[in-house]
């Protein structure tokens, strides 16, 4: 069974500054996805960045990038810049290429932007 | 266009009392899921519907779980009778493609607790 480990349960950083956020994960299989979602305070969960297994180039969204190294099984999320309304849960997620598969979660990282 | 919606955003009830959880997908997403997240755990998968249809509720916890979607459009998560430990947020979310590289769009969660 897959696996998504996140070790930071809370973080925190300086507006404008970088921060990363680390993310692991446990499969045997080689086509997968990759995936960080953001949920704000009482607001829903936003896609943030999404990397395909099969792809060795990092994915980059704005001032949103990824780490994706496949044989630490690791997927770490960079945010540069940050941003007051940075501040959310940030979840990983893992799925298989496997049509029928779902989302397996890690229990997320709770990160606050200071002024 | 409208989000995905879920209604009620919070609900309080006792234990051995029945509780029903709305979810609204986005217009013309054939596609929804029901997760949870409990006590600040990992989210985790609860069920798949494809229209009216259940393509996969493997996630789901046990027979006190019942979700339907009529029609194909809403669906509604009933618990019956709720236990202390169904307290959690309870997430909808809806595609138009089900494939494991396509985003699913999440509503904002119904808090559930159990007292």
């Known amino acids: 069974a897959q696996t998504v480990t996140q070790s930071q349960p809370e973080m925190s950083v300086q507006e404008a500054e970088t921060v990363t956020l680390s993310c692991t994960y446990d499969?045997?299989?080689?086509?997968?996805?990759l995936f960080w979602y953001k949920q704000p305070p009482s607001r829903q969960m936003i896609l943030v960045i999404r990397?395909?297994?099969?792809?060795?180039q990092n994915a980059t969204e704005n001032r949103f990038s990824v780490n994706f190294q496949k044989a630490a099984k690791s997927f770490s999320l960079k945010i540069s810049d940050s941003q007051l309304g940075d501040t959310a849960m940030y979840f990983c997620?893992?799925?298989?290429?496997?049509?029928?598969?779902?989302?397996?979660f890690g229990p997320g990282t709770r990160l606050s932007v200071l002024p | 266009e409208a989000g995905v919606t879920q209604f009620p955003s919070h609900s309080v009830i006792e234990k051995g009392q029945t509780v029903t959880l709305r979810c609204d997908p986005i217009?013309?997403?054939?596609?929804l899921y029901w997760y949870r997240r409990v006590m600040g755990k990992e989210i985790k998968f609860l069920l798949h519907?494809?229209?009216?249809?259940?393509?996969?509720e493997s996630g789901m916890p046990n027979n006190r779980f019942l979700a339907e979607r009529t029609g194909g459009t809403y669906s509604t998560l009933k618990v019956q009778p709720a236990e202390l430990e169904d307290s959690g947020v309870y997430f909808c979310?809806?595609?138009?493609?089900?494939?494991?590289?396509?985003?699913?769009?999440f509503g904002p969660g119904t808090r559930l607790t159990v007292t």
């Open positions: 217009s013309g997403h054939d596609n």
């Open positions: 979310a809806s595609s138009q493609v089900s494939g494991p590289g396509y985003e699913q769009y």
């Open positions: 997620a893992f799925r298989t290429g496997n049509y029928g598969q779902n989302f397996v």
């Open positions: 990397q395909e297994a099969y792809k060795q």
């Open positions: 499969t045997s299989e080689n086509n997968y996805y």
């Open positions: 519907f494809v229209k009216e249809s259940k393509q996969d």
